[in-house]
C-alpha cells in the first residue's frame, strides 16, 4: 500500500487523532450503527466539564467480570459524568490507565492483552495520553 499522502501533510506535534467524538455542547452525538460502535470493548475516553477540568475515563472488557461498553453507552455515561465535551481514544486491548504511586506498577484498570484478570495485560501501544 503507498502512504506518500502521509508524507504530503502537516505534522502538528501536539494532536491526538481519535474518535469517534460522542459528546458535544452536552449532546450526545450521532454516531454509525458499525461494530466498533455497537459492540462491547474495553474503552478509553476523555472528555471537559463547564469548570475547565478534565475527565479520564477507562473501562475494562473482555472479562466475565467486566463487559465492556458500546460508544452509546460510553457516550451515555460521559454525559452523566456532566462531561460538556468528549471523545472516544485507542480503546480494546489498548485500554490501559496508570496513575504513578498507585499499586500494581502504577496500573490501575485491568489490561485485557492477557486474557487473565489482573494488571498485567499492558499492550505496548504507539499513543499515549499524557496528564501532568
Known amino acids: 500500500m503507498n502512504n506518500t499522502w502521509f508524507d504530503s501533510l502537516t505534522v502538528y506535534r501536539d494532536v491526538l487523532v481519535t474518535g469517534p467524538l ?3 455542547n452536552g449532546n450526545l ?3 454509525p450503527g458499525t461494530s466498533l460502535v455497537t459492540s462491547r470493548h474495553p474503552r478509553s475516553a476523555v472528555g471537559t466539564i463547564r469548570n475547565k477540568k478534565v ?3 477507562t473501562i475494562d472488557g ?3 467480570q467486566a463487559a465492556g461498553m458500546t460508544l452509546y453507552e460510553l457516550a451515555a455515561l460521559m454525559r452523566l459524568l456532566k462531561c460538556r465535551d468528549a471523545v ?3 480503546g480494546g ?3 490501559t490507565m496508570w496513575i504513578r504511586g498507585k499499586p500494581y506498577n502504577g496500573v ?3 489490561p485485557s492483552d492477557n486474557k487473565i484478570w489482573d494488571q498485567e495485560g499492558e499492550r505496548a501501544v504507539a499513543n499515549v495520553l499524557v496528564v501532568k
Open 62 to 64: 473482555r472479562d466475565e
Open 29 to 31: 452525538c450521532t454516531m
Open 22 to 24: 460522542l459528546v458535544q
Open 93 to 95: 486491548g489498548s485500554t
Open 88 to 90: 472516544n481514544l485507542d
Open 108 to 110: 490501575v484498570n485491568m
Open 55 to 57: 475527565v479520564l475515563v
